[in-house]
């Protein structure tokens, strides 16, 4: 039942400054026709439902609700607090289309965003971060995650930010790196065999890269008979499995024992795009060895599980017009209702 309620509201004469002064409600919401209690009760439901089916179930404008959820949203960052993040993780995530970049850094270790904003994805882009979260508080962090990115490591190991941070970079962004070889083997080889020895490879290209425990009955049926059918594609196959191990290692010399074995098990194979990607990771090795000391031992897939939740609100909105809304879901996606 939609209930008015008619208050008389004062306004005052300030003797300071001799303007007229409308008396200040704390239980009026942002705008003055809904309550604060109602603007958080429709907060809630958008965290769960599109803005149209809220907007049905109240029978109110489209823009009303958003409002209200946008006030929602900024209650709720103004009571997370100022961020003080010893551990973030930063990546940039696309806009629109047209290669329209955002930076997002997160707290990983509070497992929330704290920042979004910037241009594009360079360095005067995650410049503005650090000048936002201020000097004493930059010179805190002790561990950066972000892919091999050269901006983004410039930028936080300038002096007046996060120097004394060790960088390190995203598992899921190295993997990434070798399941694009694996997949230019794949090509290679389809593009080299003909007629009936071609059925093997076309449409195996995510039963490659998938992970041999996420595949069904039939996809490592398909896996077995594909990599008994081509001898290269079986290697490396094998080889992008035993990379994985990398991460396991407590140790620095002993992860750099693992790769350079694993390096030398690529001379004879004739495999062209692991070769170029032992190469990146022997100039970025730094921020993979990073990963081996026991106060680094982060969630790593906290950064790539975020871009996700982020794809999904922009898919659930068909794409978001008003950026400064798109900054609130963000900041937000991870916090408690209140």
Known sequence: MRVYLEVEVRRVACKTCGTVKQEHLEWLAANPFYTKRFAFFVGRRCRSMTIKDVAEETRLNWKTIKDLEAQ???????????????VVGIDEISIRKGHTYRIVVSDLERRRPIWFGGHDRSEASLDEFYQWLGSAKSHRIRLAVMDMWKPF?????????????????????????????LDTVRKTEYARLTGKSRRFIKGQKYTLLSHRGNLTTDGRRSLKLLLKANKRLSTAYLLKEEFGQLWDYEREGWARRFFENWRTSLKWQRLKPYEKFAEMIDRHWDGIAAYCKPENKVALGFVEGMNNKIRVIQRRSYGLRDEEYLRLKVLTCMLDPI
């Open 153 to 181: 490591r410039a930028s936080t190991l300038k002096a007046e930010h996060a120097p004394y941070a060790a960088i390190l970079f995203d598992k899921f962004h190295v993997l990434r790196h070798l399941g694009a070889a």
């Open 72 to 86: 929602y949203m900024r209650e709720q960052v103004r009571r997370a607090g100022t961020p003080a993040p010893e």
